[in-house]
């Protein structure tokens, strides 16, 4: 079965700071889609952003980016100029190409952006 | 517009009740899920559902029930062999296999025993 690990339960960074929130995965499968949604506090779950494991180059979504490293199996999430709306929980999913399609979630990481 | 809607927002449940929370959208999704959430935990499935008339066990379903009779409706009965239903609940819905666009989720609904 997929696993999908964030080790920083809690995180914070200043205003305007670059933070990087990590996630590792656990899978046997080749190809895949790895996600990262974030949860402010209304707790709506609003997508970030998207990769496809086939694609090698990382995705990017305005401020936010991604690192990822296959052999490693590791996604982390780069949010750059933080600012206070950034305030919120963050998970890592993942997602096999085929099958049952379920998202496998983290058990997420708090991002506190301070003023 | 198009979207996921939960409701109630907050429901509370007596011990010994079932409850049921709605879950409903106009996606024209064909794949909808249910999602417990609790402090630390995550988020785990209860109940997935890639067609109408046809669901799936996810990894918590023990004390819970649902049915799709609709593609627009998924609901959710939290029934009372749920020994520790205080949780929030969240529903999705995606576009189904071979469309890995991820989940679109509903606003989710708070449940508390009293």
């Known amino acids: 079965a997929q696993t999908v690990t964030q080790s920083q339960p809690e995180m914070s960074v200043q205003e305007a700071e670059t933070v990087t929130l990590s996630c590792t995965y656990d899978?046997?499968?080749?190809?895949?889609?790895l996600f990262w949604y974030k949860q402010p506090p209304s707790r709506q779950m609003i997508l970030v952003i998207r990769q496809e494991a086939y694609k090698q180059q990382n995705a990017t979504e305005n401020r936010f980016s991604v690192n990822f490293q296959k052999a490693a199996k590791s996604f982390s999430l780069k949010i750059s100029d933080s600012q206070l709306g950034d305030t919120a929980m963050y998970f890592c999913?993942?997602?096999?190409?085929?099958?049952?399609?379920?998202?496998?979630f983290g058990k997420g990481t708090k991002l506190t952006v301070n003023p | 517009d198009g979207g996921i809607t939960q409701s109630p927002k907050y429901l509370f449940r007596k011990e010994g009740q079932n409850v049921t929370l709605s879950c409903e959208q106009n996606l024209n999704h064909d794949a909808m899920y249910w999602y417990r959430q609790d402090p630390g935990q995550g988020l785990r499935l209860i109940y997935y559902?890639?067609?109408?008339?046809?669901?799936q066990k996810g990894d918590i379903a023990e004390g819970y029930s649902v049915s799709r009779e609709k593609k627009e409706s998924f609901p959710l009965t939290v029934t009372s062999a749920q020994k520790n239903p205080t949780a929030f609940y969240l529903c999705?819905?995606?576009?189904?296999?071979?469309?890995?666009?991820?989940?679109?989720f509903g606003s989710g609904t708070r449940l508390t025993v009293v």
């Open positions: 559902s890639q067609i109408v008339n046809d669901f």
């Open positions: 999705a819905s995606s576009s189904g296999p071979g469309q890995n666009y991820g989940y679109t």
């Open positions: 899978t046997s499968e080749s190809n895949y889609y």
């Open positions: 999913a993942f997602n096999s190409q085929g099958g049952s399609e379920k998202l496998v």
